[in-house]
């Protein structure tokens, strides 16, 4: 796969995600955070689960888990880490608004070069940072520049930017060991809906009949955002950086203020239809002006 292909599909799985953002924020008048979680992490993994047998007849993940240690803790780790943001979020949307919810788990754009270059001194080329730079503060006017006091709900998705972080460089190194994306998603997806269901039981106590009003949100949540979303992510990111993922991933936002809009007949003011642009061009900054092109023109700019 070449990379603009990859790059399309990353651009694709922000677009689901960002139209689950609605689904997320509509389907918890029955069920709480948990349960929205566990039924439509359920769902996903129904959907994807033909897929991830008829992909073990050629590559198995169990069996290369068993052989391989690192791979094993590393593809366990995916659900942790997935859980660990998903979790957070769907709970913050309780007692934040979308603006501040998607601007904040944006925060993984940063995040994800920083932790790279800080705990995997790994080199992050010079023209991600200015990038890194733009598409937040596109994030930012995005939110329609929002009370982003320290509320509890915004502390809850700031948590979650950083699981959100882990999941995009753990991906990274995954996907390096083994190409087998429907099962690392099925995976994955099995070890949120378990620990979300762990601790739905005890604190939500929902009925069986709690789901049933939101089974249209649940079923594009767990269809939509999971089997297309997250896998179409497992197939792209082994031919893309992190650093680019996470970039091409923020469009998220982006797709969810405009369906908002649609929607939900929120108002798009004229300053997050700036930030949506400020995030397109922070990507064409990533992808398009190279680190060397940006090292040369420095060089210009300080001679001069």
Same mark, same amino acid.
């Given at each position: 796969?070449?990379?603009?292909?990859?790059?399309?599909? $990353?651009?694709?799985?922000?677009?689901?995600?960002?139209?689950?953002?609605?689904?997320?924020?509509?389907?918890?008048?029955?069920?709480?955070?948990?349960?929205?979680?566990?039924?439509?992490? $359920?769902?996903?993994?129904?959907?994807?689960?033909?897929?991830?047998?008829?992909?073990?007849?050629?590559?198995?993940?169990?069996?290369? $888990?068993?052989?391989?240690?690192?791979?094993?803790?590393?593809?366990?780790?995916?659900?942790?880490? $997935?859980?660990?943001?998903?979790?957070?979020?769907?709970?913050?949307?309780?007692?934040?608004?979308?603006?501040?919810?998607?601007?904040?788990?944006?925060?993984?754009?940063?995040?994800?070069?920083?932790?790279?270059?800080?705990?995997?001194?790994?080199?992050?080329?010079?023209?991600?940072?200015?990038?890194?730079?733009?598409?937040?503060?596109?994030?930012?006017?995005?939110?329609?520049?929002?009370?982003?006091?320290?509320?509890?709900?915004?502390?809850?998705?700031?948590?979650?930017?950083?699981?959100?972080?882990?999941?995009?460089?753990?991906?990274?190194?995954?996907?390096?060991?083994?190409?087998?994306?429907?099962?690392?998603?099925?995976?994955?997806?099995?070890?949120?809906?378990?620990?979300?269901?762990?601790?739905?039981?005890?604190?939500?106590?929902?009925?069986?009949?709690?789901?049933?009003?939101?089974?249209?949100?649940?079923?594009?949540?767990?269809?939509?955002?999971?089997?297309?979303?997250?896998?179409?992510?497992?197939?792209?990111?082994?031919?893309?950086?992190?650093?680019?993922?996470?970039?091409?991933?923020?469009?998220?936002?982006?797709?969810?203020?405009?369906?908002?809009?649609?929607?939900?007949?929120?108002?798009?003011?004229?300053?997050?239809?700036?930030?949506?642009?400020?995030?397109?061009?922070?990507?064409?900054?990533?992808?398009?002006?190279?680190?060397?092109?940006?090292?040369?023109?420095?060089?210009?700019?300080?001679?001069?």
């Amino acid at each position: 796969m070449s990379r603009g292909m990859a790059n399309l599909l $990353m651009c694709c799985t922000a677009l689901f995600w960002g139209a689950t953002f609605i689904a997320q924020k509509t389907g918890m008048e029955t069920i709480g955070p948990m349960g929205f979680t566990f039924g439509r992490y $359920m769902i996903g993994t129904f959907v994807l689960l033909p897929l991830a047998i008829y992909e073990a007849t050629k590559v198995n993940l169990l069996n290369t $888990m068993i052989q391989n240690k690192r791979l094993r803790w590393g593809a366990l780790g995916l659900g942790v880490f $997935m859980f660990g943001g998903i979790g957070l979020q769907q709970t913050a949307l309780i007692y934040t608004n979308i603006a501040n919810a998607a601007f904040l788990t944006a925060l993984y754009v940063p995040l994800v070069p920083l932790i790279a270059a800080l705990f995997f001194s790994r080199h992050i080329p010079l023209n991600i940072w200015p990038a890194v730079v733009v598409s937040l503060l596109g994030s930012y006017l995005l939110s329609g520049s929002s009370n982003l006091s320290a509320q509890f709900g915004d502390l809850l998705i700031v948590g979650g930017a950083f699981f959100w972080a882990g999941h995009i460089l753990l991906i990274q190194t995954v996907i390096r060991e083994i190409n087998a994306p429907f099962q690392l998603s099925v995976l994955q997806s099995i070890i949120t809906a378990v620990i979300a269901g762990v601790i739905m039981v005890p604190l939500e106590s929902p009925a069986a009949s709690d789901f049933l009003p939101m089974l249209p949100q649940l079923a594009f949540g767990g269809i939509v955002a999971i089997g297309l979303g997250y896998t179409l992510q497992l197939v792209a990111q082994r031919h893309t950086t992190a650093a680019t993922a996470a970039l091409i991933l923020s469009l998220e936002s982006v797709f969810a203020a405009f369906f908002g809009w649609w929607l939900l007949n929120e108002v798009l003011i004229t300053i997050a239809i700036i930030g949506c642009s400020l995030i397109f061009l922070s990507i064409v900054l990533a992808e398009l002006v190279s680190e060397c092109h940006l090292r040369k023109a420095l060089r210009i700019f300080f001679k001069e």
